[in-house]
T-cell receptor, first 113, second 112 residues
Framework: DGGITQSPKYLFRKEGQNVTLSCEQN?????MYWYRQDPGQGLRLIYY???????QKGDIAEGYSVSREKKESFPLTVTSAQKNPTAFYLC????????????FGPGTRLTVT | DAKTTQPNSMESNEEEPVHLPCNHS???????IHWYRQLPSQGPEYVIH???SNVNNRMASLAIAEDRKSSTLILHRATLRDAAVYYC?????????????FGAGTILRVKS
């Protein structure tokens, strides 16, 4: 089945530790996105990438880093510099030629204590 | 980025039509209007999109005002499974590609 996989579903970390969230897609989509969602809020864009080895900052990139070494993978690292990392993180992908439907993964809920 | 304004919440009875409004007075000529919905603890799901003309698909209809400053998502017969947060979004096609700017959305409650 084609889709987007995010793992793990729940992640717990101690403050001061870096943590990497996985996002893999087998849809052969060009673009990939990372969003953050806080309780009762909409999604905010962290980073996005249109092609391999290239990515752009979204609205809240501080304290996060990404890489796009393969078309199907777009991992997000939440660094210790991110002041309030506890949130629901969503990965999405898109076919650039169509560009109207972003497919979202199931999300990872990160809790940092 | 152009912004959208939606009511915080709406309520509907099962089997009745639902009209979810969205204002986007600063929309530019090239912005597409998208609607997504999100069930609790899940990723958003695409519903429909349009540019100028009204659009229909199997899930919903999208009515776009002539001046494009507002739009309405229409669910023709609400079911309990339609209870979700509905986001009206303008797609920003910038130098580096497509961005969706999400607002807080409208919480739709469906009563049986």
């Amino acid at each position: 089945d084609g889709g987007i996989t995010q793992s793990p579903k729940y992640l717990f970390r101690k403050e001061g530790q870096n943590v990497t969230l996985s996002c893999e897609q087998n849809l052969n989509h060009d673009a990939m996105y990372w969003y953050r969602q806080d309780p009762g809020q909409g999604l905010r864009l962290i980073y996005y990438s249109q092609i391999v080895n290239d990515f752009q900052k979204g609205d809240i990139a501080e304290g996060y880093s990404v890489s796009r070494e393969k078309k199907e993978s777009f991992p997000l690292t939440v660094t210790s510099a991110q002041k309030n990392p506890t949130a629901f993180y969503l990965c999405a992908s898109l076919i650039l030629a169509e560009a109207y439907e972003q497919y979202f993964g199931p999300g990872t809920r990160l809790t940092v204590t | 980025d152009a912004k959208t304004t939606q009511p915080n919440s709406m309520e509907s009875n099962e089997e009745e039509p639902v009209h979810l409004p969205c204002n986007h007075s600063t929309i530019s000529g090239t912005d597409y209007i998208h609607w997504y919905r999100q069930l609790p603890s899940q990723g958003p799901e695409y519903v429909i999109h349009g540019l100028t003309s009204n659009v229909n698909n199997r899930m919903a209809s999208l009515a776009i005002a002539e001046d494009r400053k507002s739009s309405t998502l229409i669910l023709h017969r609400a079911t309990l499974r339609d209870a979700a947060v509905y986001y009206c979004i303008l797609r920003d096609v910038g130098e580096y590609g497509n961005k969706l700017v999400f607002g807080a959305g409208t919480i739709l409650r469906v009563k049986s």
